[in-house]
């Protein structure tokens, strides 16, 4: 039987920015204006996971939380961190470089529209990133942070040391090819134990694993698959100079909703509901599964792309972001 290969994903919001960082790469910013009436005074910041792009959280119509957030009178602004897609290269990055100049460099563009403050809604690590730009620069204009899946320590991962272990010379390449592996491999989700990493299967839609995997796999800059792999050995959460992350999240005041899948493999829910113990501020956790009221137990990447993510998961989190901005 012949191979269906995935529609194409298209990039179109009503804005698109290339924004030099301070050390000299960019990154690119898609705006999308609030539909109809705008009702929050704060932008949201979209932050994406490993491996991916702008796609993550900026999918189709149905899979958007971008394009969510719009319609709930949201000005929305897609982050795609440097070394990924419309960005500028990656080359000597790291998660700290991503952290400090992505996220900083994020903020001053949006900022000189005019706002005041931004809130900020990661997948992954596009939650870390905000964790740990808070962390370091306590004065940061982040108001509110919502996570989808972000993961603070790697201890409750049964099985990732060990998948980190196998990855052996490939950690020492300037950029893990995963996007061109997503290509060479149009058949869907890859098998186990790589698969259950990524998703529950059996909650998302076929042909949507099959676009997720050809156009939202995006390269890994060896620096930063290198410092991932460094915490996944070590159990630390910290930067390449010996900052503790963990530590320094103390000083984070702004409220924080914590989303975890219930059968998460990446991110269990104690990995991610530990930010409980580590702000000072006010944290709200949900694990989504079926014990909570969703109606399956979720993975990981299924937290924005599964059949029923855009009726349960988005709203939870939108409604969060609400009630901690300012009405317009």
Known sequence: MPIRFAPKLTFKPDELYRVPTADGSAIALGRYHPREQRRFVEPVILGHSLGTNRFNLDFDERYSLARALARRGFETWVLELRGH????SSQGATFDTEAQHDVAAALTAVLSTGPRGVTWAGHSRGGLLAYAHLARNPTAPIRAIATLGSPLTFDAQHGVQRFVTALGPSLRLPVIPLQLGGKAWPLGLPPDPIGKYLLRAENVDPTVIRQAITHVAADIGGGVARQFARWVRTGAF????????????KAITAPVLAMAGALDFLA???ASHLVKTLVSGPVEVITVGLAGGFSADYGHGDLVLGRRAPDEVFPRLIDFLARHSTPA
């Open 85 to 88: 897609g419309l960005a500028g």
């Open 238 to 249: 910290d930067g390449e100079d010996g900052f503790d992350y963990r530590a320094g999240m």
């Open 268 to 270: 269990p829910a104690r």
